[in-house]
C-alpha cells in the first residue's frame, strides 16, 4: 500500500495539485520534493509525496530496504492518481509531477 505524505493547501476551492516522486526513501524521511511540496502548499496548492510501498526500515531503524519492482512502482503511482483525483478538495484539471532520481524514470515509464 502507497503511503502518501499530504500537504494540503488552506484554499476553500479545489487546489491545484503537485504530486511529488522521490527516489528510493523511507515514509519517515523528509526530501528536498517535501520541501517544495510544503511551500507550494502555503501558496495554494496541495502536495502529495509518495512513497514507494516495499521500502521497509530493519534491524531498529539502522538498514533501508527497497525490494525494487517495477510494475509495483507504477501501480503505486497509478492508485495514487486514483485516489487524489477522487478528493473534491483538488482540481483533477491541473495535476503536475515533480520526481527525481528512480521517481523520474517510473514516471517517465508510466506516461509512455
Known amino acids: 500500500m502507497t503511503t502518501l505524505r499530504n500537504y494540503k493547501s488552506e484554499t476553500t476551492e479545489p487546489a491545484p495539485l503537485v504530486i ?6 523511507h515514509k519517515k524521511e523528509y526530501t528536498r520534493i517535501d520541501s517544495l511540496l510544503e ?8 502536495g502529495a509525496r509518495v512513497t514507494y510501498s516495499p ?18 512502482y507504477v501501480t503505486d503511482f497509478r492508485e495514487t492518481l486514483k485516489q ?4 473534491p478538495t483538488i482540481d483533477a484539471t491541473k495535476i503536475a509531477v515533480v520526481s527525481s532520481s528512480v521517481g ?4 517517465a515509464h508510466h506516461v509512455a
Not at 511551500?39 to 496541495?46: E, F, N, P, R
Open 39 to 46: 511551500k507550494l502548499s502555503q501558496i495554494g496548492i496541495t
Open 55 to 72: 521500502i521497509t526500515v530493519e534491524d531498529n531503524g539502522r538498514t533501508i530496504r527497497c525490494n525494487f519492482n517495477l510494475e509495483t
Open 84 to 87: 487524489l483525483t477522487a478528493d
Open 20 to 25: 511529488g516522486l522521490p527516489g528510493f526513501v
Open 104 to 107: 523520474a524514470s517510473v514516471f
